[in-house]
């Protein structure tokens, strides 16, 4: 969805851009006055400037507005690295960013973005992370959106698909979490996995839901147990995942394989089943989801999910600065992967008899 004109009818950069004939950012350059350029460009830009009325928010001299990062957390690394890659590509433009961090607190991430929003120092907004949205949350972004719009602010959310969120002025640019979840249940139920457990995050976090909605599909589709005590949740920590395979095993000493919706969660895992005893992927088989760095150096090496996490960020903070051609999207959607490793194996035979 292009930003264009809004409903106040109030001239963008984007319209002065279109209208001169050139991109976001060599309007942006023009205004400016800092970027060497042919005077025919900035004869065109300054032209459409009169022609449209468009009025430019002042920001300093030799200033160019930053790109403020607001991230969940920077304790995790996939959040960590789509930071650094937002970072990598605004500092690519001659930007600076700057970076909230809410730790996934909806109060201080709704406080964040409205007092963004009347910042004249900011030209763009990226927000990392998951959340937990409620419809005060829904009613807030979209207000804020709106602003920004007029503004012409970017704000785009990385990381982090919301159902049932589509409001004009925003971007939102994920990974195919359901698709990927869908596809690590397909790989155990290639290897002949027929009784498969799910530890997944909180219910109600985005991208954990997300991912839940693909593992409930693939069962579907293949016909699967799907029967809740299947699946135990709980923080994105590796408690959650250790703990978690002992109450699933418990549950069910048929379950062969364990499908960990984060590769955190995967790593508790595979600590709980060593300390039953078992032995991987012999007796019990992992996947993550994630790809993390050095979760190939594990005994065994996960097999995993992989996200593209670090041009998740690139991209969005290329699109943020009008790097690329054409109408801000309303949607990306990043392609995952499964990376085959060797904490999956075929299924054992029997029941597991766990220790007491």
Same mark, same amino acid.
């Given at each position: 969805?292009? *930003? ?15 209208? &001169? ?9 023009a ?10 460009? =900035?004869? *065109? +830009? ?15 001299r ?21 930071? #650094? ?7 690519? &433009?001659? *930007? ?8 996934? !607190? ?14 004249? =120092? ?16 829904h009613? %807030?972004?979209?207000?804020?959106? /709106?602003?920004?719009?007029d ?12 159902? @049932? ?13 359901? @698709? $990927? #979840? ?14 498969? $457990?799910?530890? *997944? ?5 985005? %991208?954990? !839901?997300?991912?839940?909605? $693909? ?5 579907? !589709?293949?016909g ?22 002992? %109450?699933?095993?418990?549950?069910h ?6 499908? /960990? ?6 790593? $508790?895992?595979?600590r709980?089943a ?7 992927p ?6 993550g ?6 979760? !190939? ?5 996960? %097999?995993? +999910? ?34 085959m ?16």
């Open positions: 969805m292009g *930003r264009g004109r809004t409903g106040s009818d109030v001239p963008t950069l984007k319209d002065v851009a279109e209208h &001169a004939g050139v991109s976001l950012a060599t309007a942006s350059r205004l400016s006055g800092d970027h060497p350029m042919t005077d025919g460009t =900035r004869d *065109r +830009v300054l032209a459409a400037v009169e022609a449209l009325g468009y009025r430019r928010i002042r920001r300093g030799h200033s160019e507005p930053q790109v403020a990062i607001v991230a969940s957390t920077l304790g995790h690394l996939v959040i960590a690295s789509a930071v #650094a890659g937002v970072e990598d590509a605004s500092a690519h &433009a001659g *930007r600076t960013c700057t970076i909230s961090v809410t730790q996934a !607190d909806l109060d201080r991430e709704l406080a964040i973005l409205e007092a963004l929003t009347d910042d004249a =120092r900011v030209g763009a907004v990226i927000v990392i992370g998951g959340v937990y949205p409620d419809q005060r949350w009613s %807030t972004v979209a207000s804020v959106a /709106a602003r920004m719009q503004r012409d602010v970017p704000l785009l959310f990385c990381g982090r698909g919301v159902e @049932g969120l589509a409001t004009p002025g925003l971007t939102v640019l994920d990974y195919d979490s359901a @698709g $990927g #979840a869908a596809a690590a249940v397909g790989v155990l139920v290639g290897r002949g996995h027929r009784s498969i $457990g799910v530890i *997944r995050g909180p219910r109600g976090y985005s %991208t954990s !839901d997300a991912r839940q909605r $693909g593992v409930a599909q693939a069962f579907a !589709d293949h699967l147990a799907a029967e809740p005590s299947r699946t135990v949740e709980g923080p994105l920590l590796p408690g959650t995942g250790q703990e978690g395979v002992r %109450t699933l095993l418990e549950a000493p048929d379950i062969t394989a364990i499908f /960990a919706e984060s590769d955190t969660l995967a790593l $508790g895992a595979i709980g060593r300390q039953l005893g078992l032995d991987l012999q007796d019990l088989s992992i996947v989801f994630d790809d993390m760095r050095h979760v !190939d150096a594990l005994v065994p090496a996960l %097999t995993t +999910v992989h996200m593209p996490f670090v041009e998740l960020g690139r991209r969005a903070a290329r699109l943020a600065l009008g790097e690329e051609p054409g109408r801000m999207p309303a949607e990306v959607v990043f392609g995952t992967h499964v990376v490793r060797e904490s999956v194996g075929t299924p054992r035979a029997g029941e597991l008899e766990l220790p007491r």
